[in-house]
């Protein structure tokens, strides 16, 4: 992940009153098509094989109207383990992680109570990883889930 400006707790917490919608993280091949109608974006696929584990998964690339780029990583299986976003604008955190945003909130409160100020969030719950942050015009990020990365995938991975 680039070295940015991490995401000011103020900008993070007024995102998470943004609607209910389908999950992204943690949900299926359907639930990226969701995104992609809800956040009227244009989508891409790459496929990636790690050939010594036999390990595969997918990258879904999400183009939104203002050229923030989300890319969802569905495992072999199916299942959404990652996002990452990057861009001038913020993505709909809520639409990306979906049922993981309520823990999130939670948690960011409790990391800005430990870490105060204007700095980047980087925090884990029991089933999710985020690091978050920018500044204007300049927002980058990733969400995951460890219990659920493919054998053979990299944290670097996820990008």
């Known amino acids: 992940m680039k070295s940015h400006r991490w995401l000011s707790p103020i900008m993070f917490v007024c995102l998470i009153g943004s609607p209910v919608a389908h999950a992204a993280l943690g949900g299926n091949a359907q ?20 050939a ?22 569905l495992s072999a299986t199916g299942q959404v383990f990652a996002v990452t ?13 979906g049922g993981y945003m309520g823990g ?6 409790t990391y800005r109570g430990q870490h105060p100020g204007i700095g980047p969030v980087s925090l884990s719950t029991d089933n999710v990883v985020i690091q978050a942050g920018g500044h204007m015009g300049v927002y980058v990020g990733r969400a995951y889930l460890p219990a659920a990365l493919p054998a053979g995938v990299a944290l670097d991975d996820i990008q």
Not at 38 to 50: C, G, H, I, K, L
Not at 54 to 72: A, D, K, N, R
């Open 31 to 50: 639930s990226v098509q969701a995104d992609q109608a809800n956040m009227e974006a244009a989508r891409t696929s790459a496929r990636q094989m790690f």
């Open 52 to 73: 010594a584990v036999q390990s595969t998964y997918t990258i879904q690339s999400l183009t939104l109207p203002s050229g923030t780029v989300v890319h969802e990583y």
């Open 85 to 97: 976003w990057q861009g001038s604008t913020m993505p709909d955190l809520q639409q990306i992680l």
């Open 104 to 109: 999130v909130a939670d948690a960011v409160k």
